[in-house]
């Protein structure tokens, strides 16, 4: 069949569905807001790098021991058996990232986000090397040479060594740090440490340094549903048209007002200095992560033209357009109540928490057997769990039933600090003391050297059927 020839006309034209990325080169800005977010930086930083090599009774304060299920926590062992304080401790969080997004809009992703964190680092890093944002475009667009090698081959030096140093660092928190540093330097490190290590590593550096925008554009969840918890009393980074339009250059010394024009003189710097390369004037987008760079680069400018700050600043939409404002609403007060009722109760099961666990596991292999005095016995095994830091002896006691006889095969229960002590036990009743084919029983575990330490846990006594 032939194919009916193309009708002339203008040439096709190729589409894409996404923009081809250009690099955005942020512009070093001061003010305010950039100290807020450099003593943030500084001091999140300080923490991941710091905590990992603090020490507490002669091991890591900080420590999540996988192999061995204990998760240590300055004075506290935590063991699976408390995964519900992860549990709190996650809600604890979630429903405050609910509350000051709600007050203050993404205040966490402007100030706190680990992307945010890192990526200030790496351009820190960037214009140490490179120079200022003019330079680094001159740098950019000029052909390669071996001054232009270097200077690339220097930051990416630098990236790479942070970027290892910060996921030995992660792993420290896993296998303990002062073990791992020597190992890693011998090639002696386990093959999941090595790969985690450089996992996160290759991590930091392309997110921090490669993608770094991207991540905010189109990885990050946060981005895509944070309207749900935005109203129009929400403060927001935003710009004030009402004030700022008609933009315009002019020179200091000309009446804009008389000239018609507003107090925005569309000299960029707003935009230059926003790491997602967003304009700030066209109104909120979800790309902005709140860092207030634009803030301070406007006030700037206004204040060398002799105008009040505050063209772009932090506001609602509500006092944008005239309309009165409330920082208490419902929603805030809903998110503050369970943020302490959150807090109140995770405090106080830490506070109130037993360091001793004890889990009772019944023998399955047979439901009861007769002793050679015609009692009726059930066996278990009694799983100890010291949690505390010092070692206990304990005395065991089994209660419920009439004239139930506790028989251990020991003379002495004794758990060092972390250890796990499987318990095997057996309970003896007279057939006639049975009322129930299944009958609850306890039993209770006491520390010798301590009467508040101590657990008690309710089994199953299985008899003939009276």
Request: include cysteine; charged fraction near 20%.
């Amino acid at each position: 069949m032939n194919t009916p020839a193309a009708a002339p006309g203008p040439q096709s034209v190729e589409q894409f569905l996404y923009e081809k990325r250009q690099k955005i080169y942020p512009r070093e800005v001061h003010g305010l807001f950039a100290r807020l977010r450099t003593v943030s930086v500084l001091v999140l930083l300080g923490l991941f790098y710091g905590v990992a090599w603090l020490q507490w009774d002669d091991r890591q304060a900080v420590l999540w021991d996988l192999p061995a299920r204990k998760f240590y926590v300055w004075g506290w062992i935590f063991w699976p058996q408390d995964f519900i304080y992860l549990a709190l401790l996650l809600m604890l969080a979630g429903f405050a990232l609910f509350f000051f997004t709600t007050i203050a809009g993404r205040l966490w992703c402007g100030y706190a986000c680990p992307q945010t964190v890192w990526t200030e680092t790496f351009l820190w890093i960037e214009r140490l090397v490179e120079g200022d944002r003019p330079t680094q475009m001159k740098l950019d667009k000029a052909p390669w040479s071996a001054r232009k090698l270097r200077i690339k081959l220097t930051k990416h030096f630098l990236w790479i060594v942070f970027s290892l140093f910060t996921g030995f660092t992660f792993v420290g928190y896993f296998v303990p740090i002062r073990e791992l540093g020597p190992e890693l330097l011998r090639l002696d490190a386990g093959g999941w440490a090595t790969f985690w290590t450089l996992f996160y590593g290759f991590a930091t550096y392309g997110n921090a340094g490669w993608l770094r925008e991207q991540v905010c554009k189109y990885m990050c969840p946060y981005a895509r549903f944070q309207s749900a918890m935005f109203d129009r009393d929400t403060l927001i980074v935003t710009y004030d048209p009402g004030r700022g339009e008609p933009r315009g250059s002019r020179k200091r010394s000309v009446d804009h007002k008389a000239a018609g024009l507003g107090d925005c003189i569309d000299c960029g710097f707003c935009v230059q200095v926003c790491p997602t390369g967003i304009d700030i004037r066209k109104g909120l987008q979800y790309e902005c992560i709140s860092c207030s760079a634009c803030i301070d680069a406007c006030d700037s400018v206004m204040d060398k033209m002799g105008y009040a700050p505050g063209l772009i600043r932090y506001t609602t939409q509500n006092v944008l357009e005239g309309k009165s404002s409330r920082l208490l609403r419902p929603r805030v007060f809903i998110y503050a109540g369970l943020l302490l009722a959150i807090t109140c109760g995770l405090a106080w099961s830490i506070a109130a928490r037993t360091p001793l666990g004890l889990d009772v596991i019944r023998d399955r292999n047979q439901l009861f057997r007769e002793s050679d005095d015609g009692r009726i016995e059930n066996v278990y095994t009694l799983r100890i769990i010291n949690m505390d830091r010092a070692a206990h002896d304990f005395s065991l006691t089994a209660g419920g039933m009439d004239g139930v006889q506790l028989v251990l095969d020991t003379d002495r229960i004794q758990a060092a600090p972390g250890e796990v002590v499987d318990l095997p036990v057996r309970l003896r009743v007279e057939e006639d003391a049975i009322r129930l084919r299944s009958t609850p029983v306890t039993f209770t575990l006491v520390a010798v050297d301590d009467g508040d330490l101590s657990a008690t846990t309710e089994a199953r006594f299985l008899g003939p059927a009276p």
